[in-house]
C-alpha cells in the first residue's frame, strides 16, 4: 500500500496492472499476434473481475451496503472464484500459448512477491530479513527457465515449471508460518505426475536436488517462530516486524481508561480507523466476527478522532461492535503521530511479548486475520 492523501492505493494490484502492460508490450515485441496476446493476458482479467465482482457480492452480502461492498475483498471464496474462472479461461487456450501464459504468471507472482513484504529472523541475525526478496529471487531464476522453452512448450516442461512454482510456494507458506500440510501433498502428487509424464533429464534432477537442499537449509536456519522475539530491555522500539511499538493510554466510548500494556501476555491486533473512510466501515464487520469468535487474540480499534468531522457519527457508527473489541479515542492525534499513521485503515499485530509480527496498510478482512494472528 501507499498513500495518496488520506486514502490508500493497493501497490500489488497497482503492480499486477503494470506487469499486464507490461506482458502485453513484451509478447508484441517477440511476435505474439494481438489476438494471442489478447486470449493470454485476457485470462488475468476475467480472473480480477471474478475476484472483484465475487467481493462485492460477499460484501453487500456482509454490509447490506453497495457503497461499502466496493472495498471489500471476499477473502479466500473470492480468491476461489478467480482461480476457477483462470483455470476455465487457460483450460481454453491454444496449447501453443500455455507456455506464454505460464511465463506470464511468473512475471506477475515476481512482481507482487516483490511489493508484499513478509519477514523472518534468522539466527546470527539480530533484525528481520527480507524473506519476499529470498523467494522472488527463486521465481527469477523459474522465469529464466521459463523464458527458454515458452515458444514451444511441451507437457513435461509445463508440469515441471507447475512443480518449481509449488515448491517455491510451499517454502514461503513454510517460512511465514502459514504452511499447510494439503500443500505438500499436491506437490508430491504432481511431481509424481511430471516423473510419469515426461521423466526428468539430468540436469532437471540436480536442479530438483538444489532446490531440495535449500528447503532443507531454510529449515534448519529458521527458529520454531517466524518472526518471534522475546520483549526484554534491550528489545529495540520501533513499528516494523520484530520491534515494540509505543505503548499507549487512551479513554474508551464509556470515559474509562485503556493502557496497551495490560495486555501483554496476548496477542493483540491494534487497528486505526476513522468513520468517515470507507476501507475502515467494510472491514469492521469482519473484525467483529473474528473478534467473537477468537478468545485468545484482542481486537483494539484506535479512532483518529482529530480526522473525525462528528465525533458523535464516529462513536454511533462502532457502537455495535463494542461488544466485540476495545474501542478507544486518540483525541489529541498524539498516539496516531507515534505509529506514523498517514493513511487509513492501517492495522499491526503484536504477539504476547508485544512485538510486531505483521502489519497491513488498508482493509483487512477474516482471512488476513486468521492468517496473521494464528
Known amino acids: 500500500m501507499f498513500a495518496i492523501g488520506p486514502l490508500n492505493v493497493r501497490l500489488d ?91 506470464s504468471a511468473l512475471l506477475l507472482w515476481f512482481g507482487v512477491t516483490i511489493v508484499v513484504p513478509k519477514y523472518g529472523t534468522l539466527p546470527l541475525l539480530s533484525s528481520p530479513q527480507p524473506l519476499h526478496l529470498y523467494l522472488a529471487f527463486l521465481i527469477a531464476l523459474l522465469l529464466v527457465a521459463t523464458w527458454r522453452w515458452m515458444r514451444t512448450p511441451t507437457l513435461g ?23 499447510e500440510w494439503w500443500g505438500l501433498i499436491l506437490l508430491f502428487v504432481l511431481v509424481a505426475i511430471a516423473i510419469y509424464v515426461a521423466r526428468p533429464s539430468q540436469k532437471a534432477i540436480q536442479y530438483g536436488l538444489g532446490l531440495v537442499v535449500l528447503l532443507a537449509v531454510i529449515n534448519a536456519s529458521l ?4 518472526p518471534t522475539l522475546v520483549a526484554d530491555s534491550s528489545q529495540a522500539a520501533g513499528l516494523n516486524i520484530g520491534q515494540v511499538p509505543p505503548n499507549f493510554e487512551l479513554k474508551r466510548t464509556d470515559g474509562t481508561t485503556f493502557n496497551l500494556k495490560d495486555l501483554r501476555g496476548e496477542r493483540v491486533v491494534v487497528n486505526f480507523w476513522a468513520s468517515w473512510c470507507p476501507p475502515c466501515r467494510a472491514e469492521m464487520p469482519d473484525m467483529a466476527k473474528f473478534a467473537r469468535e477468537q478468545d485468545d487474540v484482542t481486537i483494539v480499534a484506535v479512532n483518529t478522532t482529530t480526522s473525525e468531522r462528528d465525533v458523535d457519527e464516529a462513536r454511533s457508527f462502532v457502537a455495535p461492535y463494542e461488544d466485540a473489541f476495545q474501542v478507544v479515542y486518540d483525541e489529541d492525534g498524539a498516539v496516531g503521530n507515534a505509529y506514523r499513521i498517514q493513511a487509513m485503515p492501517t492495522t499491526y499485530v503484536l504477539d504476547e511479548n508485544g512485538v510486531i509480527t505483521a502489519k497491513q496498510f488498508g482493509a483487512i478482512d477474516l482471512a488476513w486475520l486468521n492468517a496473521h494472528t494464528n
Open 13 to 103: 494490484l497497482l503492480v499486477f496492472m503494470v506487469s499486464l502492460l507490461g506482458l502485453y508490450i513484451g509478447f508484441k515485441k517477440i511476435g505474439l499476434t494481438e489476438k494471442d496476446r489478447d486470449a493470454v493476458l485476457g485470462t488475468w482479467f476475467a480472473g480480477f473481475l471474478a475476484w472483484k465482482l465475487s467481493a462485492i457480492i460477499i460484501g453487500l452480502a456482509s454490509t447490506g451496503s453497495l457503497a461499502l461492498s466496493l472495498y471489500a475483498t471476499g477473502g479466500i471464496w473470492s480468491i476461489l472464484v478467480a482461480i476457477a474462472t483462470i483455470g476455465f479461461f487457460v483450460f481454453r487456450l491454444a496449447p501453443g500459448l500455455r507456455g506464454y501464459w505460464l511465463f
Open 157 to 179: 516442461a509445463q508440469l515441471w515449471t507447475l512443480v518449481g512454482a509449488l515448491a517455491i510456494w510451499s517454502i514461503g507458506t513454510y517460512v511465514t508460518g502459514t504452511f
Open 223 to 226: 527458529p520454531d517462530e517466524t
